[in-house]
């Protein structure tokens, strides 16, 4: 495994990263890349969040409920409020939403699908 670069879009372009291949430390980086660092919380978010996006398209037709409460069964020690679980639900409808074909807005469009 050799050195690896992380391309990191950023508000004036990108943002170029050399980390060593343990990933352990930045060897040389071309651009600023400062901002706060991420609370706990939203990475534990975004763990779930990805996980559960991927089970929607998998089981497209497992109810959302049961696959949230699947994966924080999994991940019991991540800690998330009401809120989050509102942001789950619809980021599962909207991936599952890009996997169906458009429906058609006028009567026209509809009788061209059924021919």
Do not use: W
Not at 95 to 113: D, G, M, Q, Y
């Amino acid at each position: 495994m050799g050195i690896i670069h992380f391309d990191v879009p950023i508000k004036n372009g990108k943002a170029i990263a050399t980390l060593n291949p343990q990933c352990t430390s930045i060897i040389n980086h071309k651009n600023e890349h400062n901002h706060s660092e991420y609370s706990e919380n939203t990475v534990h978010e975004d763990i779930i969040c990805s996980s559960v996006k991927r089970k929607a398209v998998e089981e497209m037709h497992t109810q959302p409920s049961k696959i949230i409460r699947r994966e924080l069964l999994l991940k019991s020690d991540y800690n998330l409020n009401h809120g989050d679980m509102h942001l789950l639900r619809n980021s599962m409808y909207a991936t599952r939403k890009k996997h169906f074909p458009k429906l058609p807005n006028t009567v026209n469009e509809a009788v061209l699908l059924l021919k």
